[in-house]
């Protein structure tokens, strides 16, 4: 989690990293842009990996979410 404070408000980005199936991992990412709305999403990164010790391929995906909050004074 990142916090930057501006004079007004604050900007909490929330990296979410998750691997599978690229149609379970895109129905992640609607369920946080568009069910969830717990915030923004402002990053969505689709990474092909592979484990060395496996020798096997994956999927990952990197999500920032970013969520901003007025202070009051």
Do not use: C, P, W
């Amino acid at each position: 989690m990142l916090l930057q404070k501006e004079n007004d408000f604050e900007v909490i980005t929330v990296q979410i990293v998750a691997q599978g199936v690229f149609v379970n991992l895109v129905k992640m990412v609607y369920y946080f842009e568009q069910v969830n709305k717990i915030g923004r999403v402002t990053s969505v990164r689709f990474e092909k990996k592979e484990d060395f010790k496996n020798r096997k391929q994956y999927l990952a995906v990197k999500l920032l979410l970013q969520n901003i909050k007025i202070i009051r004074k």
